[in-house]
């Protein structure tokens, strides 16, 4: 176990930077894309008032191109972990997406819900790898 005394410099300089909030927009995205869920899900069997969702929707993917865009900004930064962590938690995220979304479609879900739905599981898919790659790669040596 590491302790703080046997910390190298480089070690210390890595835990001592100051990073954008990017975990921070990534949850409150995902909270965004979960609560659109819920309330898409409580009302599916009737009518469905898109706009609260759309809203929700938007907001979630504007917190998580902000979190992107942030996240180009950092340097030095550890890229190459990062992309690896991403491009296989992204791959496993879109099968999982995938498979809910066909059981959206399977259950006959109609259009304009379901379009909203499908915009959420995107959001979703890409949040999460976001999240999981940075948080891996930010400790990381560049």
Do not use: K, N
């Amino acid at each position: 176990m590491t302790t703080p005394e046997t910390l190298t410099s480089a070690e210390a300089a890595l835990l001592d930077r100051r990073l954008p909030p990017i975990t921070q927009l990534c949850i409150a995205g995902l909270a965004l894309i979960v609560v659109g869920g819920i309330y898409l899900a409580a009302r599916i069997p009737g009518h469905v008032p898109l706009a609260p969702a759309v809203g929700v929707l938007g907001a979630a993917a504007v917190l998580v191109a902000i979190a992107g865009v942030l996240l180009r900004r950092i340097r030095p930064f550890a890229w190459r972990t990062f992309a690896r962590v991403y491009v296989w938690a992204l791959l496993a995220y879109l099968v999982i997406a995938g498979m809910i979304a066909y059981v959206f479609i399977l259950d006959g879900t109609p259009g304009a819900v379901l379009a909203v739905l499908l915009g959420m599981l995107a959001v979703y898919a890409v949040d999460i790898p976001l999240l999981l790659a940075y948080t891996v790669a930010r400790y990381q040596e560049a």
